[in-house]
Nanobody, 121 residues
């Protein structure tokens, strides 16, 4: 079974840093775009950052200059380095990926289970 598993969330003071990681496991032919989304209480899920297989990146305006997304195609992982965190960054962060799997014989969009990031003021 193909799955995405996140790690690295936690509690940090404003101005601090956290690094989130996400690993894809299972039978996978290829992974295309990988990204991070977040959902704060009472708000819709929003894109934080996305990275293509070739390494092109895109960020939400609210995190530009503070967050950096990266991936290791050999290990099927994606990471999000979050610096200068703010209380408004508090949310559940979800990993997302477009994967080509033998089971689906096509591209499937998959979500991780989410990891809580809490930034105290």
């Amino acid at each position: 079974q193909v799955q995405l598993v996140e790690s690295g969330g936690g509690l940090v003071q404003a101005g601090g840093s956290l690094r989130l990681s996400c690993a894809a496991s299972g039978s996978i032919f290829s992974i295309y775009a990988m990204g991070w989304y977040r959902q704060a209480p009472g708000k819709q899920r929003e894109l934080v950052a996305v990275i293509t297989k070739g390494g092109s990146t895109n960020y939400a305006d609210s995190v530009k200059g503070r967050f950096t997304i990266s991936r290791d195609n050999a290990k099927n992982t994606v990471s999000l380095q979050m610096n200068r965190l703010k209380p408004e960054d508090t949310a559940v962060y979800y990993c997302n990926a477009d994967l080509y799997t033998p089971q689906a014989m096509g591209v499937t969009n998959l979500w991780g289970q989410g990891t809580q990031v809490t930034v105290s003021s």
